[in-house]
T-cell receptor, first 110, second 113 residues
Framework: KNEVEQSPQNLTAQEGEFITINCSYS?????LHWLQQHPGGGIVSLFM???GKKKHGRLIATINIQEKHSSLHITASHPRDSAVYIC????????????FGEGTQLTVNP | NAGVMQNPRHLVRRRGQEARLRCSPM?????VYWYRQLPEEGLKFMVY????????ESGMPKERFSAEFPKEGPSILRIQQVVRGDSAAYFC???????????FGQGTRLTVV
């Protein structure tokens, strides 16, 4: 059983829709990352969170430490947002390495 | 300030050959991580290195795989006697000493034929 759970696995949206991707983890963490990966491409770090909320352009990431849950929101989605979004955590007991969710494949149709 | 540089981007090896994957971390970053992404699977941790030291290799296969991060030059992930199951994307990430961020390279896509 993966220690980082993401939902949904696949998500299809129409351009302009508000999108939410969820991530839950099992034990205490020191940080949580949201990453973006385009097909055949590299990995881009979108956010690193240890508490609260961060916003960058149309992207918003939140984390609830007590509930061990984080969400990534995309407002006014666009076809260029189509990618795999990956949640990764740095567990306090695992040093500085990351443990990854399976990813959410997002497709935004025009 | 160039990002994390990995080369080659694509590598084809025949079964039994050696594969060498290189990673140059961002300037000022002394921590390097290697992760593997098998086809249709998520990313998995392999090894964590600092200059001249292996800190955590708990994710490395016991045989054929090795990693180093010398005092000078890039970090190297070496796979000896490759097999088809080694075909994957190998990503390198680097962090500053404060772990305030993680930056990933473009990855090396290894194909074993």
């Amino acid at each position: 059983k993966n220690e980082v759970e993401q939902s949904p696995q696949n998500l299809t949206a129409q351009e302009g829709e508000f999108i939410t991707i969820n991530c839950s983890y099992s034990v205490g963490i020191s940080a949580l990352h949201w990453l973006q990966q385009h097909p055949g491409g590299g990995i881009v770090s979108l956010f690193m969170l240890s508490s609260g909320k961060k916003k960058h352009g149309r992207l918003i990431a939140t984390i609830n430490i007590q509930e061990k849950h984080s969400s990534l929101h995309i407002t006014a989605s666009h076809p260029r947002d189509s990618a795999v979004y990956i949640c990764a955590v740095r567990y306090s007991a695992s040093g500085s390495r990351l443990t990854f969710g399976e990813g959410t494949q997002l497709t935004v149709n025009p | 300030n160039a990002g994390v540089m990995q080369n080659p981007r694509h590598l084809v090896r025949r079964r039994g050959q050696e594969a060498r994957l290189r990673c140059s971390p961002m300037k000022g970053h002394s921590h390097v991580y290697w992760y593997r992404q098998l086809p249709e699977e998520g990313l998995k941790f392999m090894v964590y290195l600092q200059k001249e030291n292996i800190i955590d290799e708990s994710g490395m296969p016991k045989e054929r795989f090795s990693a180093e991060f010398p005092k000078e030059g890039p970090s190297i992930l070496r796979i000896q006697q490759v097999v088809r199951g080694d075909s994957a994307a190998y990503f390198c990430a680097s962090s500053p000493p404060t772990f305030t961020e993680a930056f990933f390279g473009q990855g090396t896509r290894l194909t074993v034929v």
